[in-house]
């Protein structure tokens, strides 16, 4: 049946009935915080800082390695800042026209700070942070699973909450993807060497430029970012590498924007560390708002009820 069959009026109404109409109660909540997936990383800096069940193991599993960490990168940071100023001194001086900046422009445009002493400032941060993730590399990672453990035990939700992946969309987008190709892009980007090569040499240029660089490298890391933090949302319904590529594509913009977000706050030095770690609480609240969503879909359909993002039909 057409949809103009009903003629102007039924057009009419079918555009003034919003989503907002098939969303039942038990999802209003969680629909509104949906639309606006960086209030998830924002909501998981808040928890992190606020709720001592989060805060407290973090630091009870980090603080030893915190400690020595920073030590190291403080003695490293009094002996080489003097140098590694100098040294871009030399460099912007030689090559303004190649990099755009001098001492005191931006692409001709005057800043309000040495531009010398901010990109010192800033590599020697992203060196004392490479210090820190030397000696936290293995009990971050604890605290970033506890993170996202006592987020979701928060809610009351164990192992059983998560369900089998279930289609929202009625023609969901077709991907096409090259096993072995993608299995090797994958296994070369997704792995320590070529994620250091990604952020810390194709993208390291962008870093002294003020601003500018931590927004353009986090807008390339946003949607690498995203997956990293909902793999265990991902691990948890037993998602396929194509499911999962489907959903992500589904709701490319949400990751995009929340990966974004996310980026930016593990850009920064040194406290960005932190942000890793608020970041999964975030992540993690955000899962459990599009498992509530999987769950509709699955009950309904259950009932014999096709629902598929606006459409909604009783099967025969």
């Known amino acids: 049946m057409s949809l103009t069959a009903g003629g102007p009026d039924a057009q009419d109404a079918l555009f003034e ?13 969680a629909t509104l915080r949906m639309e606006f997936p960086p209030s998830y990383v924002l909501v998981g800096v808040y928890r992190l800082f606020t709720d001592p069940l989060l805060y407290k193991p973090a630091w009870d599993k980090c603080k030893h390695a915190t400690r020595r960490g920073a030590i190291v990168g403080a003695i490293w940071a009094f002996l080489t800042f003097s140098i590694q100023r100098k040294f871009i001194q030399v460099f912007l001086s030689n090559s303004p026209r190649i990099t755009g900046l001098s001492n005191d422009t931006m692409f001709g445009y005057p800043l309000p700070f040495s531009i010398t002493t901010y990109a010192a400032l800033t590599i020697l941060g992203s060196q004392v942070t490479y210090i820190l993730q030397f000696f936290l590399r293995r009990n971050i990672r604890i605290a970033r699973d506890r993170a996202w453990d006592q ?14 992946y279930v289609e929202e969309w009625r023609v969901p987008p077709t991907l096409e993807v090259d096993g072995k190709k993608q299995g090797f892009l994958e296994k070369w980007a997704g792995g320590w060497f070529g994620l250091f090569v990604i952020k810390n040499v194709l993208l390291s240029p962008f870093q002294i430029y003020p601003f500018v660089g931590v927004a ?3 807008w390339f890391k946003a949607l690498g970012t995203a ?12 998602m396929t590498p194509s499911q999962i590529a489907v959903f992500m594509e589904e709701r490319k ?16 030095p040194i406290i960005g560390l932190v942000f890793t770690i608020s970041n999964r609480v975030g992540a993690a609240m955000w899962a459990h708002d599009l498992e509530k969503k999987q769950h509709y879909f699955s009950e309904q359909r259950a009932l014999g009820v096709e629902v598929y993002e606006d459409v909604r039909t009783k099967v025969d």
Request: glycine share 6%; net charge positive.
């Open 17 to 29: 009935k919003t989503s907002s109409n098939h969303v039942p109660k038990s999802l209003t909540r």
């Open 151 to 164: 987020t979701l035990a928060s809610r009351g939700k164990g192992p059983e909450f998560w369900g089998p």
């Open 216 to 218: 353009v490298t986090s």
């Open 227 to 238: 997956h990293i933090l909902h793999r265990r949302y991902f691990e948890a319904k037993k």
């Open 253 to 268: 913009w949400d990751y995009r924007v929340f990966g974004f977000t996310a980026a930016v706050l593990e850009s920064l």
